[in-house]
Structure formats: structure tokens, C-alpha cells
């Protein structure tokens, strides 16, 4: 049984519940960490960015030609003596299947693992029809049981203690399992459905490819049960999306090189089995098995058509979006997805299962970019979840009074700007030095966990006459592209680097009529308002009069270089003044490291005990890691690494403020890895990351100072 809450109020009291699972936060927590390394260890002797290349064109190649792929493979499957069927919807599917079950006298059935299947929830429609049905996946049949869904893709029942495994399977055998001996409770699920494999009169299956020139099936698992549920029943059904179509075996191997290792960091899967055709059968009639293929539309032939979702169709099912996503980690799957789980679920429920499963899930995206950079299709994840919630809000025919707000003051600019220099004036009596002295009564709840920054008294743009460079014969000349919070906020990293530009003989660029990036209105969903304030800020710009664009904001840098394409494209071209843009947006680290090619002479060497937060979109957005190491290490501070440094702080901008109980406990996380550290400075490269840590540590107490890796050099600058 799925619930999945429709209204805002429901979904956060879901989250808040799932939030008090404290085995399930750990086991996701320990489960996160080493996915990552086990993902690492075996790609390591592998081009991994050439075969998510590969995976990423070969699946683009076929989207296009799904109905194509479709009679080539009908063709040679039929020729096999295999039965091929179309399910225009879920019901459809599930009709089919109940008609060939009845058509063949079937009475018990058994199913190995199939996502297809839980989409449909075929259990449901064929128990009602009276037949028995088993899973024998053991985490999938655990969870029919236990009567919920699975909560990941690949290991649907890892949100359970053993201890609960214990308990269940103590009721399903009569007998007082020991839930300490984890081999006796797979013992008892051996026993427990081998009668049930060959007792079976049909077996259901999934598949992973769907081979095109052979009329051939493919299925990857970890656990025997697939083959015995195609093998021994005399009726074999598998359920089939149109997208796991390939052409050939290559392009299969091509998926299977990259899936195991993908999804569990396993080289390869235990079994990989091969199906063609009716192959010989003692109980089938003529001595051979009956075999359907039954392939699921359901909205996929329509999405291959669409000129911004059509990507989603690359996605093979590995589950990694959810093995690195953090609010996974935080609420796990029955919470974060629908059917789906994760990142890819967010995208896919509203083709699947309509926008009301989907309205409120696809609110809760960090943009942190991790389910991206782990895609091993390469799908732009983040992107498609705006476009999703984009298109839910259009559905709906109405947006957050909040959102318009929000959309309306950051498209224009001078009233952008005034407003938040009124701010700055009239906010002296709820301010303590830099920090707000307290919230509204209604938020002090929620958002407590940190301490809230007050506007700086003066802009940057409003001293930037008096900072600027002064330089006669520049080595370089550059524009600093300085974000909401650089201007706003925090002036004094821009004026460290516009210190340090001179220092190295830079000429430094402000140009005054740049605004706010756009990023906070592409995660409301705003794509008309983003696209125009895209606009603006490349008509800003002028990029050619400049060897770089400098941004000291990994988010701003991140958004202008992926999404302005993106957003500007016209007639399936970019432009070429934001092409411009895009090419000589560099952010700080990487310019002073890369381009100024600063030396470990120039700094004091003061041996001060720093720590590093890496922002997510400065790490995945902008693929930056080495720069703020190699930066550190020349500036001579004691650096200690902190556990986790690549994940997200929780901070993702309005994110915070919508999910202030998620963003309270990434904090918490990333806080006490710092903690660790022993660190007096934890140095970052996002202005929005200070923002969240500055006030996190404020709010916790802590003996350490955060600052921006551009105040860091400054201070230890000859």
C-alpha cells in the first residue's frame, strides 16, 4: 500500500515522521557512505565519464525510434514463439495479464522483482481477481507482508531492522525467529517459497533489456529467484517498459558495464539471464513453455516526443539517485517518491501516476546536483524536477503567492535592489550585529537551528567605486559576477577579491546593471522569470570585452554556465553572447588557482587548523575539487579533511525555508563533522553555504570561524 500525501500540511507530517525513524536514518546514513566508496572502487580501473557517454547516446539514439525498436524486436520474438502484447495504461497491462493467466487454468503465480509491476500494482489487480501471487525477491517479499511498498528500486526493504524482518518472519512460520541470526531468516525464506516456485503455474518477470535483433530478454539480479520464476512455472509473463528497448546485444553489454557497478558497486550482478522465445517445458502444452511479453506505454511513447523530458527515458534503473540524494538519506523512499524513488521518481510520477501524486514530492529538491553527477545516463536530473514542478503549477493553473512575489521583485531589478536597501535601513532594531536577533514568532519553531544573517549596511555595488582595482597596465581584465548574497550580505568577499585582483595587477569589472543570477526562481519553478533575468544579466555583461567572467558564488557560477544555454536556446541554438558567458565563467578558486597561478611564496604560511566545506554546486555543478586543495595547501594552513565534505549543508535557498526540518538535520550532520575536525576555520566557496554554516555554528556555539576561501588568501597574503 502507497500513501502518498496530496497537500502540503500532510507531506510535511510525513517528513517530520520519517525524520523520528532512527534506525532507518542510520541504516540510510551507513548505507550512503559506503555506496559511495564501493561506486569508486569499482570504477577505478574503468573510463567511467566515456561509458555514461556511451549509455547517454546510445539511449538518445533509440528514444526517438522506440516504436521502430519495437516491431524489429515483436518481429523475432514472435518468430521464437514468444506472444507480444501492448498495454496502452497501467489497466490495460494489468487485464492482459490477468486474461493470459486465465486462459491457461493458472492459479498460483509467482514474481521476481519488477519496478513495471509496482507501477502498475499488478498484485493488487490479480490477488483481487483471485489468484495467489508471491514475490520471492526476498526484500520485495518482505515488504508484501509487511503490505507496503518498495522504499528504493534496487533494495526495496532496506528501510527494516533485522529486528522487524525477526518479528515478521516469527508470524509467518509460528516459530520465535533469533532476528540476530541473519542466515537463519534467509534459511526461512528458502524455505518458505521454494514450495511456492514449484507449485507455480506462472511466473512474472521484469527485464532490463529488451534486444531488438534477437527478440531476446534480459534480466540483472542478485538472487536466484528470477530464473526460477522464469524456469519452472509453465507460463512466463514479463512486464516491459517501451524504454528497454535496445537495439542489439551491444548496446545491452554497454548498460550492463555501467548497471551493477552503478547501483550497487558490484563489478556484476550474481545473475545476468538471457531469455528467447518458448524454450522446452515437461508441464506446458506440446512439451513447451507458454511465453508472453507484454510492453507498458503508459505515457512513454508520448514523453519520447518531448523536447525537455524525453531524457528521462535514458534512466536504467540503478536506484543511485537515491543512494546519494540527502534527503533520501534523511526520510527514505516512502516518504521521497511515489512508486519511483528519488530524483528519477520526482520526474517520472506525474507521467505515470498524474499530478497529484506528484504536486507536493516535487517541492523537495535540494539542487545539489549529486543524482546527476552519479547518472550513469547522464540525465540532468535537477533541471527536469523544476520542469516537472514547472508543469504541475501550469496544470494547476495557479502558483504560491510567495512564488509570484518572488518572481515579480526578481525580475526587475532597481526594485529588487531598493528593496533590499530599504531592508538594510530599517532592519537595525531586530538585528545583533550581523545576525537578525530573532524571527517572527510563527518561525522561530521551524528555524532555530541557525542564526540568520542581516543585510550589510552598505552593498557592494554601492563601494565598489572606492574597491575596485586600481591597475594601469592589467595583466588580465575581468568582470565579478557578485550573486545576491555577495552583494548583499556579504560585501567583504567581493572587496577580498578585488584586493587580491590588485595585488596580482587584474583589472575588475562590477557591471552595475547585473542582477540576482535567477537559480531562486528556476527552483520555484519560475522558467519564463529565470530565462528572462538570464537575459538581463548576459545583456550585463558585454562577456567579450573580458578574459573571465569571476564569480564567487559556486551556485550562481553553476547556474549561469549550465541553465542560461539552456534557458536562452532559441530555434535549438544558444546564442552566441551567452555562450560567451557561459565559456568565461570561472569561479574564484579555480581563477586564482588556474588562471593567476598564485604561488605558496606569496602567503604567510600562518599554520592556521582549517577545515573545507565543498559546495555542491561549486563539486558537481562547476566539477571543481582540486583548485581549493591545491589553493590551501600554497597558502601553508593546517588542513584537516572533514568526513563528508562533498554533501550538501542543507542550505539550497528557499529550500531551507520549505524544509526547514530536513535543513535542520543535514546541518546538524555537516556541523558535527566539522566538530570533528578540531578546525578553528572551515573555509568554503558559496556565499549561501556561509550563510547556513556561519549561522548553524552561531546558533550551536561553536569556537570556529567560516569564511569564504577569496577571505582566507587575503588574510594570509604577503
Not at 536506484?319 to 534527503?327: D, E, K, L, Y
Amino acid at each position: 500500500m502507497i500513501h502518498t500525501p496530496e497537500t502540503d500540511k500532510a507531506f510535511k507530517k510525513q517528513i517530520k515522521e520519517s525524520l523520528d525513524k532512527d534506525f532507518m536514518r542510520k541504516t540510510l546514513n551507513t548505507f550512503s557512505v559506503a555506496y559511495r566508496q564501493s561506486r569508486a572502487n569499482a570504477f577505478a580501473e574503468l573510463d567511467l565519464d566515456g561509458l555514461r557517454n556511451d549509455v547517454a547516446c546510445m539511449k538518445d539514439e533509440g528514444i526517438p525510434h522506440l516504436s521502430e525498436l519495437f516491431d524489429a524486436f515483436k518481429k523475432n520474438a514472435e518468430a521464437a514463439g514468444t506472444v507480444i502484447h501492448v498495454a496502452r495504461d497501467a489497466d490495460e497491462a494489468n487485464r492482459i495479464i490477468a486474461e493470459i493467466a486465465k486462459e491457461n487454468n493458472v492459479k498460483s503465480i509467482v514474481k521476481s522483482k519488477s519496478m513495471t509491476a509496482e507501477e502498475t500494482f499488478l498484485n493488487d489487480h490479480l490477488e483481487k481477481d483471485g489468484y495467489e501471487v508471491v514475490e520471492t525477491d526476498l526484500g520485495e517479499w518482505i515488504i508484501q507482508m509487511r503490505h507496503e511498498g518498495p522504499s528504493h528500486m534496487v533494495m526495496p526493504a532496506i528501510h527494516l531492522s533485522r529486528y522487524q524482518v525477526g518479528e515478521l518472519f516469527s508470524g509467518v512460520t509460528a516459530r520465535k525467529q533469533d532476528p540476530e541470526d541473519i542466515e537463519g531468516l534467509v534459511k526461512v525464506a528458502r524455505k518458505e517459497l521454494r514450495p511456492k516456485f514449484i507449485n507455480a503455474d506462472m511466473g512474472v518477470s521484469g527485464g532490463n533489456f529488451a534486444i531488438a535483433d534477437t527478440g531476446a530478454i534480459g534480466l540483472v539480479t542478485n538472487e536466484g529467484n528470477a530464473r526460477l520464476t522464469t524456469t519452472l512455472p509453465r507460463v512466463h509473463v514479463a512486464l516491459m517498459g517501451f524504454d528497454k528497448l535496445v537495439p542489439d546485444m551491444a548496446a545491452a553489454m554497454k548498460i550492463l558495464k555501467i548497471l551493477p557497478r552503478n547501483a550497487t558497486g558490484q563489478a556484476l550482478t550474481s545473475y545476468v539471464t538471457w531469455i528467447k522465445g518458448t524454450n522446452e517445458c515437461a508441464t506446458g502444452p506440446s512439451g513447451r513453455k507458454v511465453q508472453h511479453i507484454v510492453f507498458l506505454d503508459n505515457g512513454r511513447l508520448e514523453l519520447a516526443k518531448d523536447p525537455i523530458f524525453a531524457e528521462a527515458l535514458r534512466c536504467i534503473r540503478c536506484g543511485a539517485c537515491a543512494n546519494v540524494c540527502p534527503i533520501y538519506r534523511m526520510v527514505g523512499g516512502h516518504t521521497f517518491g511515489h512508486v519511483y524513488i528519488g530524483a528519477i521518481g520526482l520526474i517520472l510520477t506525474p507521467f505515470f501516476h498524474g499530478k497529484e501524486k506528484a504536486r507536493e514530492i516535487v517541492k523537495c529538491c535540494l539542487n545539489c546536483q549529486s543524482c546527476k553527477s552519479v547518472c550513469p545516463s547522464k540525465i540532468d536530473l535537477p533541471y527536469l524536477i523544476k520542469n516537472v514542478y514547472a508543469k504541475v503549477q501550469d496544470e494547476d493553473g495557479k502558483k504560491p503567492f510567495k512564488t509570484r512575489m518572488t518572481s515579480m521583485l526578481l525580475k526587475n531589478r532597481r526594485l529588487f535592489h531598493a528593496a533590499l536597501k530599504t531592508a538594510s535601513k530599517i532592519q537595525g532594531p531586530a538585528t545583533e550585529g550581523p545576525y537578525i536577533r530573532h524571527l517572527p514568532t510563527f518561525l522561530m519553531g521551524e528555524h532555530n537551528f541557525r542564526r540568520l544573517p542581516a543585510i550589510a549596511d552598505r552593498s557592494l555595488r554601492d563601494d565598489w567605486k572606492k574597491v575596485k582595482p586600481k591597475v594601469t597596465k592589467p595583466a588580465l581584465k575581468v568582470a565579478l559576477f557578485g550573486g545576491c548574497a555577495g552583494d548583499f550580505i556579504y560585501p567583504e568577499h567581493g572587496k577580498a577579491f578585488a584586493r587580491l585582483c590588485e595585488a596580482y595587477n587584474i583589472a575588475v569589472d562590477y557591471p552595475m546593471d547585473q542582477t540576482c543570477c535567477g537559480l531562486p526562481t528556476m527552483m520555484m519553478a519560475q522558467m519564463d522569470t529565470a530565462k528572462e533575468i538570464a537575459a538581463q544579466n548576459v545583456k550585463a555583461f558585454h562577456a567579450g570585452n573580458y578574459d573571465y567572467i569571476v564569480t564567487l558564488c559556486a551556485s550562481c557560477g553553476s547556474h549561469i554556465k549550465e541553465n542560461f544555454p539552456k534557458l536562452l536556446t532559441t530555434e535549438g541554438a544558444v546564442p552566441v553572447d551567452v555562450q560567451a558567458m557561459a565559456d568565461k565563467l570561472i569561479d574564484f578558486s579555480s581563477f586564482m588557482n588556474d588562471v593567476v597561478k598564485v604561488k605558496a611564496e606569496d602567503f604567510m604560511n600562518l599554520g592556521r587548523k582549517v577545515t573545507y566545506h565543498y559546495p555542491c554546486h561549486l563539486v558537481r555543478g562547476l566539477d571543481v575539487t582540486e583548485a581549493p586543495m591545491a589553493l590551501l595547501e600554497k597558502a601553508g594552513v593546517n588542513f584537516t579533511e572533514c568526513d563528508e565534505s562533498q554533501v550538501c549543508c542543507g542550505f539550497s535557498g528557499s529550500f531551507s525555508v520549505d524544509f526547514p526540518m530536513i535543513s535542520k538535520n543535514m546541518l546538524a550532520h555537516k556541523l558535527d563533522n566539522v566538530e570533528a575536525t578540531q578546525a578553528t576555520t572551515l573555509v568554503t566557496d558559496c556565499p549561501g553555504c556561509v550563510l547556513q554554516l556561519k549561522g548553524g555554528i552561531k546558533a550551536r556555539g561553536m569556537n570556529v570561524t567560516v569564511k569564504h576561501m577569496a577571505e582566507v588568501l587575503l588574510e594570509e597574503k604577503k
